[in-house]
């Protein structure tokens, strides 16, 4: 008994070591640290981290429909064209950026959160009835202190892309979401799919 007992510990410390990449190499630390300073997120499978010369910060290329990042200059509006962006989403408007974007050809769709701590059904149905009505690919665009945009890039995946919520999560945490403070923000994702 004693013996199967250490056998099955073992082979859980095992499994555990095998299918946590990010134990031990200071990635977990990363992703915790990230809300408390600015820093590069940890480089992931499921996207890519870039910087685009005009951007504020780095960009988060989440798939070919799906860009995330801070202020527009000019001269990254040429990128973004690049890329094929075609609408910028932004949650935190401003004239210097309706200056940049409007004489670009790209369209502006401004999305009104009103109460960043509390997703209501009206919110999420309206951010989905905002990707379905405008052609992709999409930046969307906040301040770089700023996670909200990060909800909505979880609601994209859940809800465009069918991800599962668990994975959803994670890739939100390991890009520098706070699982911790934005707690109910998820799970009121979470329900709306359910």
Not at 76 to 96: H, R
Not at 128 to 136: F, G, P
Not at 143 to 149: G, H, L, R
């Amino acid at each position: 008994m004693k013996n199967r007992c250490l056998a099955n510990v073992f082979f859980f410390f095992i499994g555990f070591l095998l299918f946590c990449p990010g134990y031990g190499t200071g990635q977990v630390d990363a992703v915790s640290q990230a809300t408390k300073e600015w820093q590069w997120p940890p480089f992931g499978y499921t996207y890519q981290v870039t910087v685009i010369p005009g951007i504020d910060g780095y960009v988060i290329v989440y798939d070919e429909n799906l860009y995330r990042g801070g202020d527009l200059s000019p001269e990254a509006i040429g990128q973004l064209k690049n890329f094929g962006v075609k609408t910028v989403i932004t949650i935190d408007p401003n004239p210097e950026l309706e200056e940049t974007v409007k004489p670009s050809g790209l369209k502006l769709v401004t999305f009104n959160w009103k109460n960043r701590r509390i997703m209501e059904q009206e919110t999420l149905d309206q951010f989905l009835e905002l990707i379905k009505k405008n052609k992709a690919p999409f930046y969307l665009h906040s301040k770089e202190e700023n996670q909200a945009s990060g909800i909505l890039a979880a609601i994209y995946r859940i809800y465009v892309e069918n991800w599962l919520y668990e994975k959803t999560i994670i890739e939100y945490g390991r890009i520098g979401g706070s699982l911790k403070d934005d707690d109910r923000l998820l799970r009121a994702i979470m329900k709306k799919k359910q």
